[in-house]
Structure formats: structure tokens, C-alpha cells
């Protein structure tokens, strides 16, 4: 199983935040873990650890779909005009506990590698890994 770089979570649930970081430091999958309450304080997270292209740039960001001050769809509005260098390395995959019909055809049009239903759990943590970052590992 490949360790990545850097995961950044962003949810406004204090909650799930700990058990998603509990979960992915007891499977061992990254070097560093970020944590954002809202897609505002994501978005700062980035341009703080991407500037310039590092290490520490999240391979994975696990976004909440509802969340006040910036949810997630505005979120990946704002992250798609970044500029494409900053994009390229990022798999984001949306945690939602339900999803409108219009809300997921928006989602389809936005850089989202993926949606999962929320809990996060092992398999599905691990599955996604495998997945999206199979290639470095080999």
C-alpha cells in the first residue's frame, strides 16, 4: 500500500474529523495530515502548502459536500481556476451522507475524482487508495 505525501480533510464536523484521522494514521497512509473546517480555510490551506509545488501539497483532499461558510461544490468552483499545476496531483473525493440529484450533476462538471458515501471506513479508504495511487507503489 503506497503512503502518500499529504492528505488534507476538510469538514465542519469536529467529530468525523478525528475518526477520518484516527482511521488514516492507524492504517499508516500518509506522512502529513491537514485539517479544514469549511472549503474557505481548504482553499488557504492550499495556497500556504502548494506555494511553491511541494511535499506537503495534499495528494488527496476528502471534502465534505455540506458546510457553512464555503461547501464543497463552491470549494471545487474555486479550487478548478487554480492554476492546472497546482491541480494535477490532487485526487479530491467528496463525503457526503446524501447527495441531491442537482447537487451530483453539478459535482460531475467540477475536477471531483469521485463520491463516497460517509462513513469513511477501511475499506473504503483503502479501496480509493488503491485506486487513484496503485501506480506508486509499483
Do not use: W
Request: with cysteine; aromatic share 2%.
Amino acid at each position: 500500500m503506497p503512503q502518500l505525501s499529504s492528505i488534507l480533510l476538510v469538514d465542519d464536523d469536529s467529530t468525523t474529523n478525528f475518526l477520518n484521522e484516527s482511521l488514516i494514521k492507524r492504517l499508516g497512509l500518509v506522512k502529513h495530515l491537514h485539517v479544514a473546517e469549511n472549503g474557505a480555510q481548504a482553499l488557504q490551506n492550499l495556497h500556504q502548502t502548494c506555494l511553491p509545488l511541494s511535499a506537503s501539497c495534499p495528494d488527496l483532499i476528502l471534502l465534505d459536500m455540506k458546510m457553512p461558510i464555503m461547501n464543497g461544490i463552491e470549494f471545487l468552483e474555486a479550487y478548478a481556476l487554480l492554476p492546472i499545476q497546482k491541480q494535477q496531483h490532487t485526487v479530491i473525493i467528496m463525503l457526503t451522507t446524501t447527495m441531491l440529484r442537482a447537487d451530483l450533476e453539478r459535482v460531475k462538471q467540477l475536477p471531483v475524482a469521485g463520491v463516497l458515501n460517509k462513513p469513511l471506513t477501511k475499506e473504503k479508504i483503502l479501496a480509493l487508495v488503491q485506486e487513484h495511487f496503485k501506480a506508486e507503489a509499483d
